[in-house]
């Protein structure tokens, strides 16, 4: 069952858990150091390390936006290359060292947690991420 908090406890807790996005150590990818965390794209199977397509670097100052009970992705539009072929489905933060943060996101080109130009990712062509929002009850 699922708990309603108030605005205050849901600003609260959206920043406790997306801040620790930017906690670890700085990992790199294509390049870029992730100092605030990562965003992770993957198929209906992710889960960790396993289902990933594209991993893309966070800003680090601040990473999110957080109004009311909604949390967005700070710097869009953002983009990276996926890393493998396959739609996307499924999204999750991890923070610069690939400890996942908040998952279960869904990912489509309208009507999702993230907003995606294509679902349909390759890996000779970017993806661009539109918008993202996590919104606590």
């Known amino acids: 069952m699922s708990m309603t908090y108030s605005v205050l406890a849901a600003e609260a807790r959206l920043t406790a858990a997306l801040n620790a996005t930017g906690t670890a ?3 790199s990818v294509n390049g870029q150091v992730a100092g ?3 965003l992770v794209i993957g198929t209906s199977a992710l889960s960790g390390s396993t289902g990933v397509l594209c991993t893309i670097v966070l800003p680090s100052s601040p990473p ?3 109004a009311g009970k909604t949390a967005t992705i700070a710097g869009v539009p953002l983009s990276g290359f996926p890393s493998a072929n396959g739609t996307a489905a499924l999204a999750e933060f991890q923070d610069s060292a690939g400890n996942t943060v908040a998952s279960g996101l869904t990912v489509d080109v309208a009507d999702a ?3 995606v130009g ?3 990712l390759v890996t000779s062509v970017a993806v661009a991420v539109n918008s993202g929002t996590i919104t606590t009850q």
Request: proline content about 7%; cysteine-free.
């Open 25 to 27: 150590p700085g990992a």
């Open 36 to 38: 605030g965390g990562l």
């Open 64 to 66: 999110f936006t957080i």
């Open 113 to 115: 947690d993230i907003i």
């Open 118 to 120: 294509t679902t349909s």
